[in-house]
Every structure is written in structure tokens, then in C-alpha cells.
């Protein structure tokens, strides 16, 4: 089992910045996925960014330029730096953990915090 706890959300102006954490614990493999999703109301959940325990991050375009993920693997935490907020990125951000073993796949997520844009 993997524990995803998170942290950060908040309301913002638009143009504002808000930076999000998620401390994994518990039954971590070294080689892993750690990424962020979003779902506004009435949406999908949708891919945001994403970064392996080693390699390059990837993002969605709508965020390419305004969003960076990062990671520091010894406490197991994956942040998200939202810069330039922009009403539309309002949503609930969930933490994701993946890890990809033979024929089977771990794959966790955080309870959720709220992100909302707006004057």
C-alpha cells in the first residue's frame, strides 16, 4: 500500500501562484511515476504533469510554460509549481502514484485539494 498525502491548494488570483506537495509513504518502489491530475465539475479527471523517479517530466499543453513538476526522491515528494493561474485551471488536483511491475501494475492517488482562480 502506498499513502499519498497533499498539500498546498488554496484560492488565487488570476496570475497568481500556488505550489502543491505530495508526500508518498509506505510500500514505495524506486522506480516509479509520480504525477498530478485535475478534475473540474463536470469533467474528466485529466493528466497534468507527470515525472519518473528517473527522466524527463511531461505536461499537458494547456499548462506547458506556466506549470513545473519536480521531485525529490529521498522523501518520496512530487511538487507542482503553478505560476500565471488562470481561472480555467480551478479544479480539484489529485496526487498520482504509478509503478509498473511484471504483468502488473501499483497505482495510487491522494485524497484531492482544491484549486480555485478567481477575483
Known amino acids: 500500500q502506498v499513502q499519498l498525502v497533499e498539500s498546498g491548494g488554496g484560492l488565487v488570483q488570476p496570475g497568481g501562484s500556488l505550489r502543491l506537495s505530495c508526500a508518498a509513504s509506505?510500500?514505495?518502489?524506486?522506480?516509479?511515476?509520480m504525477g498530478w491530475y485535475r478534475q473540474a465539475p463536470g469533467n474528466q479527471r485529466e493528466l497534468v504533469a507527470t515525472i519518473p523517479s528517473t527522466g524527463r517530466a511531461n505536461y499537458v499543453d494547456s499548462v506547458k510554460g506556466r506549470f513545473t513538476i519536480s521531485r525529490d526522491n529521498a522523501k518520496n515528494t512530487v511538487y507542482l509549481q503553478m505560476n500565471s493561474l488562470k481561472p480555467e485551471d480551478t479544479a480539484v488536483y489529485y496526487c498520482?502514484?504509478?509503478?509498473?511491475?511484471?504483468?502488473?501494475?501499483?497505482?495510487?492517488w491522494g485524497q484531492g485539494t482544491q484549486v480555485t482562480v478567481s477575483l
Open positions: 498520482n502514484y504509478k509503478h509498473y511491475g511484471f504483468r502488473s501494475l501499483d497505482d495510487y
Open positions: 509506505g510500500s514505495i518502489f524506486a522506480i516509479n511515476v
